[in-house]
């Protein structure tokens, strides 16, 4: 039975709980003439909860290891003969499995049954010509271990299939049951269903946690990888970045870094003073119904997609830079420069800026307006030395979380700076950042095992380091803001 | 339910006017908040607003330094001149006019900046000080004025915020006193503060009176009876008497008063 049914069952099932144990809740309470410790419907819900919650947990958990389980089986029965040579293993069971999907395919297209299938042969069958008339097209004949391994693979996953059918709803019937059962006046239905809900939504966060683990793990595993390879040393301290096809590239970060750094700060350049002033107007001067069409307009930039910003910068932007002041000044060439991609993200930083600002510059209480006022300032002085100052911090925080989202903006880029790794200071000059890198080494043609795509790894795991600084540092200082008026 | 007050014990020994207001009338939107307020407010005497809640005793203090033109639905009419000069002229800048009137507000507000920076705000913005040494002097004063320099000589450039309720309060007395203004009102200032706190800043008052003329809006019967020598009671948007706080307290006119201060409304 499909995982789709066998879902629609127990969430069926769970709904049959929920009224049963309602109703049972209310039997008893009227039987024993004692009062319910909860509403009925808390009754209903922990049956239901009981019922579907550990049994989907059941499947879930199943769909994961079934496969990992099978496989590490059927990958003993192939022996090395059948793997070409310079293949890998896991290409044989990549055909292995195409091959257990495709017997599937003859069984539903009628051509045999499961006795012929058993009967069938690789050495005497066409099985190649076969399996191509139901769509699944081989490479090669069929060698009998590989031919014998998908049998037995598709065997496991059909019997597999039956007992988790089996034990989910067992266990879903059975915890019905059960639950069922203990539905009683004194139970105390409501606490339990609460702290069912509890343990939910711990799990939810547990989930983006883990996920964070995941990342920083699945990152530092290939970057152990990648030094391996390359010397660390020359990662963080070498002045070039050149790699090559053929081995004996230079993958030193500090170019890439630099560039980073360089449109990152020219982006900020734009975004913090624009984005400051606009918060200032639109918090301390704006007139309540023009902020509430001003705010949201502002914000429309946030939701622009960078691929769009992109093209701003490529056939605007770009030129239009070149054309009036590097070509004038002398000062370069080229219509993508650092200066381009930075004044283009710039904007794209305003509402990031400008909105968290208005909202903290807002959240500095009236009092402190009231007591500047009341002793004679006038609005500017109140905002210079009073507000500003007050919602400095939160500002601060805001500002370092432009500033990650700077550091991390890849589309921008390729397209307003350019892709030359380069050590410069012209801001009219094509330069790149760690992002684009790790897209154009991930993206090559080079073998995925070799230091110049594993180098993709070591850059974003570096990257990570960096802006979870900067969210950190943003963090605390939010934190620190938030303690002093209360 | 009422104690026996102890009424302030310096009489009213001037009587020069400060304040004068005539038909005062404030809107709030539709709202009438005050009604045809007459009242005359001498110099270097503590004046107290009593009245429930909602009365409008702090609408009308709010006035007194154009404190509601900072509300934008708020409409002030009447004459309120200070020293015979009319403050809602066009000519005056309602900006100067706070210099002259200060206000400490009902719940401590420092600025979070230090001790020292939260004084010399005033006299900064206005120019009151030449060099570093006058202005050293003026948050010497002021800390003095307010009893609290003992508290915080050592720690001058420890923020604000740091400071426990009462302190706060004295410091944002010290921050209104450094202008040198000529009125000082004040909102509730003891309302969030505990009792200790509250007698040093009654205290305070009665010496501040020396120097301004105090505007107290207060919720407490007691405190007015302790620290002011004239009283206004305020209903429903009306001054309904003025006079001095022991005819107020003991032999009110109007029938409302007694009501009010025999704690029949309120």
């Known amino acids: 039975m499909s995982t789709g049914y066998i879902t629609l069952i127990v969430l069926g099932l769970c709904g049959l709980g929920f009224f049963l144990g309602r109703a049972r809740a209310l039997a008893t309470s009227r039987a024993t003439g004692k009062k319910l410790h909860s509403l009925p419907n808390y009754y209903g819900q922990a049956v239901a909860l009981f019922t579907a919650v550990p049994a989907l947990l059941l499947m879930l958990a199943w769909l994961f290891l079934q496969p990992l389980m099978i496989e590490g089986r059927i990958g003993g029965m192939i022996p090395d003969s059948v793997i070409p040579e310079g293949g890998a293993k896991s290409l044989v069971m990549a055909d292995v499995r195409r091959i257990a999907d495709g017997l599937d395919a003859l069984m539903v297209a009628g051509h045999m049954s499961e006795s012929d299938l058993d009967a069938m042969r690789a050495d005497f069958t066409d099985v190649r010509n076969r399996l191509g008339n139901v769509g699944v097209a081989l490479g090669s004949d069929v060698p009998v271990p590989v031919f014998e391994a998908a049998k037995e693979l598709r065997k496991s996953q059909n019997s597999g299939r039956f007992l988790m059918t089996i034990a989910v709803l067992g266990l879903a019937g059975a915890l019905l049951v059960w639950s069922w059962v203990r539905v009683h006046p004194d139970q105390r239905a409501r606490n339990a269903s609460e702290t069912f809900v509890l343990s939910l939504l711990i799990g939810a966060s547990l989930v983006a946690i883990l996920t964070t683990f995941g990342i920083v793990a699945s990152l530092l595993f290939e970057t152990i990888n990648f030094f391996k390879m390359y010397p660390a040393a020359d990662f963080f301290f070498s002045t070039v970045w050149n790699p090559q096809f053929r081995g004996g590239s230079d993958l030193g970060i500090l170019p890439l870094l630099w560039g980073t750094l360089y449109v990152s700060f020219l982006a900020l350049l734009v975004a913090v003073p624009l984005g400051l002033m606009i918060a200032i107007y639109l918090a301390e001067y704006a007139s309540k119904p023009l902020r509430a069409i001003a705010k949201p307009a502002i914000e429309v930039l946030a939701g622009i997609p960078t691929i769009v910003y992109g093209l701003f910068a490529l056939i605007t932007v770009g030129p239009f830079l070149r054309d009036y002041i590097a070509s004038p000044l002398g000062l370069g060439t080229s219509s993508s420069s650092v200066l381009t991609a930075g004044l283009v993200m710039g904007i794209m930083l305003i509402p990031f800026v400008s909105s968290l600002s208005d909202d903290i510059i807002n959240a500095v209480p009236q009092s402190m307006r009231d007591g500047s006022y009341g002793l004679g300032a006038t609005k500017s002085e109140t905002i210079k030395q009073v507000i500003l100052p007050a919602a400095l911090p939160g500002v601060v925080g805001a500002i370092l979380l432009a500033a990650s989202r700077a550091i991390g903006e890849t589309m921008i880029v390729v397209m307003g700076a350019g892709a030359a790794a380069k050590l410069g200071l012209n801001p009219f000059e094509a330069m790149t950042t760690i992002t684009v890198k790790i897209v154009s080494q991930l993206t090559g043609d080079t073998e995925f095992a070799s230091p110049e795509t594993l180098v993709a790894f070591a850059l974003g795991l570096t990257l990570f380091v960096f802006t979870l600084g900067l969210n950190v540092i943003a963090l605390v200082i939010v934190r620190k803001y938030r303690e002093q008026y209360e | ?266």
């Open chain 2, 1 to 266: 339910m009422f104690d026996a007050p102890k009424f302030a014990e310096t009489k009213v020994t001037n009587n020069d006017i400060k304040i004068a207001a005539r038909k005062v009338q404030v809107y709030y939107g539709d709202t009438h908040a005050i009604k045809d307020v007459d009242v005359d407010i001498l110099d270097k005497t503590v004046t107290a607003f009593i009245g429930p809640s909602g009365c409008g005793k702090s609408t009308f203090l709010r006035c007194i330094n154009r404190m509601n033109d900072t509300i934008d639905i708020c409409r002030v009419m009447g004459d309120i001149l200070i020293d015979g000069e009319d403050i809602y002229d066009k000519k005056v800048d309602p900006v100067q006019l706070r210099a002259k009137v200060g206000m400490v507000f009902q719940k401590p507000n420092p600025f979070p900046k230090s001790i020292y920076d939260n004084v010399a705000y005033g006299p900064r913005i206005h120019g009151l000080a030449r060099t570093k040494a006058d202005l050293d002097e003026i948050v010497e004063k002021s800390l003095r004025r307010a009893a609290l320099w003992n508290e915080a000589k050592d720690r001058l450039d420890q923020p604000g915020t740091g400071l426990s309720g009462g302190q706060q309060q004295r410091l944002c007395i010290a921050r209104a006193v450094a202008t040198s203004p000529e009125v000082l009102l004040m909102d509730e200032p003891c309302s969030a503060l505990d009792p200790i706190a509250t007698a040093q800043v009654e205290e305070l008052i009665d010496e501040l009176r020396q120097e301004f003329s105090v505007v107290i809006v207060t919720h407490s019967m007691q405190q007015a009876a302790r620290v002011s020598q004239k009283t206004a009671f305020f209903h429903l948007g009306h001054l309904v008497e003025f006079g001095d706080t022991g005819q107020i307290f003991t032999n009110p006119k109007d029938e409302r008063t007694e009501s009010y201060i025999t704690g029949r409304i309120g």
